[in-house]
């Protein structure tokens, strides 16, 4: 698909550069900033018991926190070391010994006493354990056991009535691919992975638009393109190394705009430790922020085209790159009748930004030669999200920002391993090489030797909800296996998810730690499975980061605190597998990691190159340094296509707030700090406008409830820079105000958005016994008693 290949990493300028300072006092003294020197301390303190194979993990595997990516200390983005406290915050669940036998085997609701995090500190499962019907305890179990009782299960059961799911917990390419074929194999579509629910409209989206469900540049890009923009992306906090390449991107002269409805303070300034100019005296990260409302994007964005059309109007070719256009785009015509129609009175209320400063954004694309989009969450976890990144697509496609060096479409992935789990073909609609659909099916059967399920397979969110379905169903869920994974912690409507997870017959927890999902009843039984980490996995294993580098991440022996019965997450489902279809199982079945890849390499031709990865710092980027290489895109006619989209109508009623969710010092639903060291939330504060807390006679640091249909959650106003209107909680305490069974129109993942009506808390607290709640009919009627 690429023509040119990355050049490996980049030398960095040696020049400080004081006019990017955050401040001349060194250490940001005074300031709210992240402790990185305590934290490392912190680090090595914990790993005390297991510091060889903390360090030779450190500088031997590929990290397994964030979809950034690196090997080792070293990138391919920059020379120099590549290390953050996120990474060192994941340290421990790869060297920690397993939970003691007399807290494990204690009952069970001691153990539900504890919390996701002292779960988690608790150690590492040591071995299978079942826990029926009625038991209070875990008891010990074989694997034969196991999973004899795991395949017994699903042979009386219909294919379509059991589930698997994956999460990203450093989870490699090698487990997504073979659980996706066995998956199929054993006759079931509903497979699901983690990367779906965060980043499948990015996909979608793109897909539609341009052709490609990936990232189009690579962050290099970043580094001297007039203008890079982070929409609904706080990269600082999730991919905290990000911010060596954004100073070094100021230094070239890169303007850095931020879209968000918060102001999000570590993308104003950051401290990066790896960069001793930065840490000394931090970098002003952002150079202009916009704070646009939650789920107002579409309008902003309309706002930009719209001042991009009406600068044509007055001179040609003035904001639009018509040679770009006319040679690898289509839809220009509907695009522009699309945005001439859009009011600006709409506009302005729908994305909380005025006319001006939206003139002032077009403008500056509008003037400048290249431009990335980096987006995340804040675009993605909306049930319109698929029109949020067309829309972003439109903007590049219009300016030709697309397919060369400094210019490129981003979607920003979390976690480690995600990029890589649809691509592997983890996902109902998608296989390996392709999507679940026309000739790519039987390529891959032809592949496979085995004919896949033709029907089409839920996603997550719908198979939960399928576990309540009628006992005669056909589509009934009563066995879900889970890779990892916390719902209860993760999926919106936290009480029906905990319902939902003990309707199951079975529940199979193949995981490395507890979690309070583990914890909940079953019908029959609940499974938990020891798994291997990444750098337990025998042969090794890859992992794809956001720039489509896929890396290798050896083997890396000398675990003083090793599990002896955990197992390679792919080794376990074709255990399975054989139990289930002995007769064909030779088909899924692997001896080695090696092998594995050289499937890979063949199911999904961007992984060509995959089988050639044998030892540490062995990587390669599927794809070349860009993909849509001098405007040709991989759709049909080789154009990418401008997709007129609506401004959606949010639903809100007078007076309602629109409320978001998002991340403190935390990976994923892991929660490592109560205080989030950026601003200084604590897990239950409410971020809001000060003005707006005003208008409700509501003083920093008191009670308050926000409360819809859906939910009520109590917390805290904190007073934040945040767009009137507006208010954010964290991910996942708010998830009670989420609601169930909304998902997003193409890509099917929840909407993490939504309207709420605030209160005083002893206001409400007065009221509630008083008055009920309204709720929808239609909650009424999916209510499970
Ligand atoms: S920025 Fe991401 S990839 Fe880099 S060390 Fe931190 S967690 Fe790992």
Redo the contacts with the bound molecule.
Sequence with gaps: MGKTKHQGPMKKLKMPAPEHWVSPIPFGLGKIKPKHIRDTMKTVWENKDNLGYATNIITKGV????????SGLY?QTLTGP??????LN?LRLNTMPAVKPEILHSDIDDLRKYSSTELRQLGRIPYPMIRRKGERKFSRLTWDDALDMIGDKMKQLDPKQYAFYLTSRGITNESYYVAGKVSRFLGTNNIDNASRICHSPSKTALKRSIGVGASTSNYQDWIGTDVLVFWGSVASN?????TKYMLEAKKKGTKIIVINPYKEPSMEKYWIPSNPESALFGTKVADDFYQVNIGGDIAFMHGIMKHWFEMEEKQHGSAINHEFVNEHVNGYEEIKANVDAQPWDEIIKSSGVSKERIIELAELLANSKNAVFAWALGLTMHSFATDNISQVANLALLRGFLGRKHSGLMPFRGH?SVQGSGEMGADPFVLPGGDFQGDNIGRVEKLWGFDLPKWQGDVVGVTLENILLPEDHERKIKLYYLSGGNFLETMPDPHFVEKALSELDIRVHQDIILNTSTLVDAKEAVIVLPAKTRYEQEDGGTST?TERMVYFSPEIPGNKNRIEEARAEWKIYIDLAKRIKPETAHLVDFESGHEIREEIAKANPNYDGVQHLKKQGDVFQWGGAWLCEDGVCPTPDGKGNLIPVEIPDLNKQPGDFNLTTRRGKQ?NSMVYKETDPINGAERYDVLINEEDARKHSIQEGEGVVLYNQYGVFQGRAKFADIIKGNLGVHFPEGNFLLPKGRYEKFAKIPDYNVGVKLEKADKFNARKDTQYLEKRIDDLETEVS
């Design positions: 990290c397994d926190g964030c979809a950034l990516g690196v990138d590549h290390i953050c406290t996120t990474r994941v999730s991919s905290p190394v990000s480690s980061s990976f």
